[in-house]
Structures are given as C-alpha cells and as structure tokens.
C-alpha cells in the first residue's frame, strides 16, 4: 500500500528567509501525482503546486519550488522568501493516476513564520 | 469556479445520535471523498465513491457509512455518533478518467460529539 511520510511535524522560519519541508512516499507504481496544500487557520486547503512523476522538471510556482527525487521517492517543498502569509499546515499528497484514484495524505507539518 | 460545498461549518451532536454531513460539488466531478483530520495524524480517508451508487472504504471507514444518489452530492453518515468522531471532516472531489486534475475541498465541518 503507498503511504505518504512527512517527518517534521512543526518548522519554523524567520521572515524573507528560505525553507524546505520534507515528504517521502512508497509506492511501487511508476506514474502518480505528487501534491503540496497548504491549510491556513481558515481551514480551506489550497493546492501549492503538483508534480507529475513522469516529468523529471521540478514544478515551480512563484516563490514556491519542489525537489522531486524520483529514485529516492522523496518531494520536498522550498519556500523562497517567506512571508507571514505562508503559516500554515502543509500537506504533502499522492494521488495514483489509474484505477481508483486514492488520494493519500502525510501528517502535516505546521509552519511558523517568525517576524 | 470550482466549488464544493459542505453544509455546516461546525456541527455539535450528542452521542448516539445519527448524524449527516453533506457535500455538493457544482464541477461535475465523477469522484468524491470524505477525509477525517485529527492533529498528529493528517487527512485520514473514510470512504470514497467513483460514481453514483458506488462507493469504496477508505482507511478508517469504521463507524461511517456514505450515500451518493446524485452525481453531485456525496453524504457521510454517523449512524450512531460517538465522541471518538469528534473531528474535522473535509469533504473533496477529483475528475476522473480525464486528465489528473487535484482534489478540490470543502472548508470543513467541525463535528462535536458530546
């Protein structure tokens, strides 16, 4: 079964610095989905940036970048620049892309954003 | 824009009661899930449906059943709460087949069982 491993549950980061949030998976599959949300206080959960895992480009939005080490099956989060705005919890997500569709989330990892 | 909805925000119920948590989705999206999130253990799946009538449990479906009658609309049901379902419930929603798309959420419904 895959499973989605975050390993820090609380990070913090002072303001305009730069910070990476970790996640592993396991999954013997070879095409999947990679997902990042964030969940501010308003518990809305807000797509950060997807990676498809036959693209061996790392996804980019704005100041938010991954690391997708396929072989490795890890996908971390670097955050350029933070800002308060950024506190949040973070979920990193796998999604398989035929059969059922089972979407599995890590535990989080809550972020602080120090002024 | 995409929308999924959920009926309450917060919700307070007594144990033994049967409980329902609504979620419409306006995206015609064929797959729907309702996820439990409790601190330290992230977005646990609870049951998930694929199409009208069909369903699938999760990983904790103990305790939970669903309904989904109309494409759109995919109800988690408590047949008799418990204060262990004290919990947020997020509801979601993907496209599929089709071209992978994210799951989109609903805000939550915070359920209090006393």
């Known amino acids: 079964a895959q499973t989605v491993t975050q390993s820090q549950p609380e990070m913090s980061v002072q303001e305009a610095e730069t910070v990476t949030l970790s996640c592993t998976y396991d999954?013997?599959?070879?095409?999947?989905?990679l997902f990042w949300y964030k969940q501010p206080p308003s518990r809305q959960m807000i797509l950060v940036i997807r990676q498809e895992a036959y693209k061996q480009q790392n996804a980019t939005e704005n100041r938010f970048s991954v690391n997708f080490q396929k072989a490795a099956k890890s996908f971390s989060l670097k955050i350029s620049d933070s800002q308060l705005g950024d506190a949040a919890m973070y979920f990193c997500a796998y999604r398989r892309t035929v059969t059922d569709d089972k979407i599995i989330f890590g535990k989080g990892t809550r972020l602080h954003i120090l002024p | 824009d995409v929308k999924v909805t959920q009926s309450s925000r917060y919700l307070v119920k007594r144990t033994g009661e049967k409980v329902f948590l609504e979620c419409v989705q306006d995206?015609?999206?064929?797959?729907m899930f309702w996820y439990r999130q409790d601190p330290g253990l992230g977005l646990r799946l609870i049951y998930f449906s694929y199409d009208v009538k069909m369903k699938e449990k999760g990983d904790i479906p103990e305790g939970y059943s669903v309904s989904r009658e109309k494409k759109e609309r995919f109800s988690l049901i408590l047949e008799s709460a418990s204060t262990n379902q004290t919990s947020m419930y997020l509801c979601?929603?993907?496209?599929?087949?089709?071209?992978?798309?994210?799951?989109?959420f609903g805000n939550g419904t915070r359920l209090t069982v006393t």
């Open positions: 995206m015609d999206h064929e797959n």
């Open positions: 999954t013997s599959e070879s095409d999947y989905y």
């Open positions: 979601a929603s993907t496209m599929f087949p089709g071209p992978p798309s994210h799951p989109h």
